[in-house]
């Protein structure tokens, strides 16, 4: 008779975890980055949605005398006269509905509340397209408005020391930061390096970056970057140095932070309910040497990750 085998049987994996908990992330949203430009901006409150830029209409017209010792002075006659039809901001928005069906926050928001991670991820996608916007918007944006005479061209292709020294001649008066693509301070860095004078860096928020004349340079890959090329912008920033500044419309309905709002629209009749979520936003250059940009930056190999602005 042959011997009876024992079999030796043991609960599966896959069985087992039919009665384990998983530990569950809130979503992950790959498009989110630390918007710097967002924290370093000086933020002015408005009225109405409406920011009058005052300015002198002629500086050289104020003059003043010294009096000399021993020696009859006279005195001029001066004023200060101002520009008859100053430039005015208007508040834009960056807006979207979210729809939530009401069946889906009722049975499934436990961890995470469906409603809460709905809006979060909603509204640091529109904080990404506000700071895209305060760059490259058409009308306020910051590279539609320099002004001529402080634009400048890379002397050798590749972004170096001088071109960065030049920029800073051009906003000698309390520069704050460079505002480049992550690609072009790569290639900065690189360029440092091959002349042996490689970056010192800061701490900011926590983060290191890179600096040149202990100007920080920060990222954003919202500067565009076209056929490999992209630009280096140097800003003044705040009201008190005539610098840029940004501008938000303060105590909104349904306010969640500087310029935004989350209304709450309703339930229609297909159990849908809406959230309009508005960004009110713009940005002033105070005066014309408060920026400055160097064009036609060569940033070297172009990764498939940069992105394409028309």
């Known amino acids: 008779m042959a011997e009876t085998q024992k079999l030796h049987h043991a609960l599966s994996d896959d069985a087992a975890r039919q009665l384990a908990n998983a530990t569950k992330t809130p979503p992950q949203l790959v498009t989110i980055t630390p918007r710097w430009l967002l924290h370093l901006l000086h933020w002015v409150p408005v009225e109405a949605g409406i920011y009058r830029l005052n300015k002198v209409k002629d500086p050289s017209r104020v003059e003043v005398a010294l009096s000399q010792r021993r020696e009859e002075t006279t005195l001029p006659e001066t004023f200060v006269d101002y520009e008859d039809k100053p430039r005015e901001y208007f508040l834009n928005a960056v807006s979207t509905v979210l729809d939530i069906h009401t069946r889906v926050s009722d049975l499934y928001s436990s961890p995470h509340d469906q409603i809460k991670d709905q809006l979060r991820l909603t509204i640091e ?56 693509h992550p690609l072009t301070i790569a290639a900065f860095g690189r360029e440092c390096t091959r002349r042996g004078v490689p970056p010192a860096t800061i701490s900011l928020f926590g983060s290191q970056f890179i600096t040149w004349r202990g100007l920080p340079l920060i990222p954003s890959d919202k500067v565009p970057v076209v056929d490999g090329k992209s630009k280096i912008l140097l800003l003044r920033v705040g009201e008190q140095r005539r610098g840029v500044v940004g501008l938000y419309q303060p105590g909104l309905a349904g306010e969640q932070g500087p310029g935004l709002s989350v209304r709450f629209m309703g339930i229609n009749r297909s159990a849908i309910a809406s959230y309009l979520i508005s960004q009110y936003t713009s940005l002033a250059i105070l005066t014309e040497d408060a920026l400055a940009v160097l064009d036609d930056v060569e940033v070297g190999k172009y990764h498939e990750y940069a992105h394409t602005y028309e």
């Open 125 to 180: 996608t529109i904080k990404e397209r506000q700071e895209r916007e305060l760059i490259n918007n058409a009308d306020y944006g910051l590279l539609a408005n320099v002004d001529p005479g402080q634009r400048l061209s890379t002397r050798s292709g590749a972004p170096t020391p001088d071109d960065l020294d030049e920029l800073i001649v051009k906003v000698w008066k309390e520069p704050a930061f460079f505002l480049a």
